[in-house]
């Protein structure tokens, strides 16, 4: 069984930087894209940003775009999330995921890991 854990959370002001993990384990997720979301309290989650299988393609959520960078290392098994200029906006649960090939569902959930951003 595949699992899928988050790293890197924590807490940081608004403009600061932080850099997110993903690292699964149990089989690789080569083949797969993946996507980080995040859910903040009382709101609906939503994408960040997507990655391709071989990661040549990449989308962002209109909030993130041009201040944060999704990333994969197929060797490592893991993929990552640079995020800077942060803002207050962006405090929210981050989730990591593992889409099903040639499919936009989502196969398997990391545990998620906290980001709040300070004005």
């Known amino acids: 069984q595949v699992q899928v854990v988050e790293s890197g959370g924590g807490l940081v002001q608004a403009g600061g930087s932080l850099r997110l993990t993903c690292a699964a384990s149990?089989?690789?997720?080569?083949?797969?894209?993946l996507a980080w979301f995040r859910q903040a309290p009382g709101k609906l989650r939503e994408l960040v940003a997507r990655?391709?299988?071989?990661?040549?393609?990449?989308n962002y959520g209109d909030s993130v775009r041009g201040r944060f960078t999704i990333s994969r290392d197929n060797a490592k098994n893991t993929m990552y999330l640079q995020m800077n200029s942060l803002k207050p906006d962006d405090t929210a649960v981050y989730y990591c995921?593992?889409?099903?090939?040639?499919?936009?569902?989502?196969?398997?959930w990391g545990q998620g890991t906290q980001v709040t951003v300070s004005s």
């Open positions: 149990g089989s690789t997720f080569s083949g797969n894209a």
């Open positions: 990655i391709s299988s071989g990661g040549d393609s990449t």
């Open positions: 995921s593992v889409m099903y090939k040639n499919s936009g569902q989502v196969r398997y």
